[in-house]
C-alpha cells in the first residue's frame, strides 16, 4: 500500500527532475517539502551546484544538513524556481498554504520565483478551497480588534458563521500561543467553501494587522501529485 509519505516523496523526487545546476532554488517547508530537501542534498552529493533560499529555520536546518548552499538574496537575486507543498489545491492552481506556519516566508518567496512548482500528495488535490483551515497571519498588537475586521470581511465575503482560532503552540515548547519565525500569530479560519479566493485575499490584505494570508493566487505553474499509480502533473492554464 502506497502511504501519503509516500506519495509526498514521489511528488517531491518528481519535481526533483526540473533542476538545473546552476539554478537559485526557493525551498518550500513541510512534510512533502522536506522529502525535496532530501532529493536536492542527494543531488548535490553527486556534483549538483545550486544555491538555496530557506522558507522557514525549519527547512534551514534541514539543507544545512543535507549539505545545500544556502543564501541570503539580495536586490540582484533572481529565483529561477519555487518548489513548495500546499494544504489545498484547486483546479486553477490556487493554494491554500501556511499549515506548517511558514506562509509569509513562503509568499515573499514564492511571489519573487520565475516558477513555482507545487508538490502533494493527491489527498491536497481538491475541487474548491475552503475544507481546510485558511492560516491568517497577524500582527500581536491588539490582535482581538484584527480578528474582529477579519470577521467582517468574512461575512461580506458570503462565508457565514465561520471558526476563528488563534493557533496554539506546540506541546513540547510548553503550550500558549503559536509564533511564527517572525513572530506573529496565526489565526486559523474554518471557511468550509470559499467562494472566490482572490477576492477574499485581496479583502484580507486590506486589514491593517493582517501581515499576509494563507491564499496563494496565480502563483503556482505547475502542481505535482503523488497518487496510488505513481505522479500526477497539472499545468496551470494558460489565460
Known sequence: MTTSD??????AEEAAKYIQDGMTLGLGTGSTAAHLVAAVGLMVQKGLTVRCIPTSEETRRLAEAAGVELIDPDESTVIDLVIDGADECDGDLNLIKGGGGALLREKIIASSGTRM???????????QLGKFALPVEIDRFSWPLTIQKIRRVLEAQGIKAPSLNLRPGPREAG????RTDGGNYIVDIACVRIPDADALDRALDMIPGVVETGLF????DMAIFGTDAGVTVVEAKKA
Open 175 to 178: 503550550g500558549g500561543v503559536y
Open 217 to 220: 493566487v496565480g502563483l503556482a
Open 117 to 127: 512548482i507545487v508538490i502533494a500528495d493527491e489527498s491536497k488535490n481538491v475541487a
Open 6 to 11: 509516500d506519495k509526498k516523496r514521489q511528488a
